[in-house]
């Protein structure tokens, strides 16, 4: 079946510290990989996204690449500031259905 | 432009009792989504539909009834109210079923 599985917080780091979120995934066929953002009282929001192996999906200094291989999709950013605290959601899409992590609690502390 | 609303933000309900959560998009979306958010897991599908008059169960549709009469609007109702039904609701939608979904900001709804 299809299912993604996250790295488990909560994650604490200070300010300007690398981030790495891990991501792998259990899919059958070509799946398109996602990763969504939560702030506190708010829904997700779509953060970045590649449709194919190989692809890297980037936004606001996050990246991520699409690994067949090791079927993963880590999330990186190279220096986190206070306003990326968060909860970060791995998923994927067959075409008709999502497919959500459990989401990774990120705090970072000036 | 508002994406996708969801009322009411909050709800206390006694077990038993009965509610219907709103949803509505006005992004002419037709495929709509109702999922479920408990403490420390994923999002969980409850029910989808894929255009007006279209609905399927998602993962967990078990005490939940959707109803999609319009593009816009996809409702949830709750006929018994059970305290396992304690969670935050979140209405999406999207274009394409394999694109980008769009998430309303949730309703919290906590069965006592």
């Known amino acids: 079946g299809n299912s993604v599985t996250q790295m488990e917080g909560p994650v604490t780091l200070s300010e300007e510290a690398f981030l790495t979120i891990n991501c792998t995934y259990t899919?059958?066929?070509?799946?398109?990989l996602f990763w969504y953002v939560q702030y506190p009282g708010e829904g997700l929001q779509l953060l970045l996204k590649a449709t194919k192996a190989d692809d890297k999906g980037s936004n606001k200094g996050f990246e991520a690449t699409y690994r067949k291989e090791t079927t993963s999709f880590h999330l990186e950013k190279g220096s986190v500031q206070v306003s990326d605290s968060a909860v970060y959601f791995c998923a994927l899409n067959t075409g008709n259905q999502f497919y959500f992590g459990t989401g990774t609690s990120l705090t970072v502390i000036p | 432009n508002a994406g996708v609303t969801q009322t009411p933000k909050f709800r206390i309900l006694k077990i038993g009792q009965s509610m219907t959560l709103q949803c509505a998009q006005d992004?002419?979306?037709?495929?709509m989504y109702w999922y479920r958010q408990d403490p420390g897991m994923g999002l969980k599908l409850i029910y989808y539909s894929v255009g007006a008059g279209i609905t399927d169960k998602g993962e967990v549709p078990n005490g939940y009834n959707v109803s999609r009469s319009t593009t816009e609007d996809f409702p949830l109702r709750l006929e018994l109210a059970a305290p396992s039904q304690t969670s935050v609701y979140f209405c999406?939608?999207?274009?394409?079923?394999?694109?980008?979904?769009?998430f309303g900001p949730g309703t919290r709804l906590t069965v006592l």
């Open positions: 992004m002419n979306h037709n495929y």
């Open positions: 999406a939608s999207s274009y394409y079923p394999g694109e980008e979904q769009f």
């Open positions: 899919a059958t066929g070509y799946p398109s």
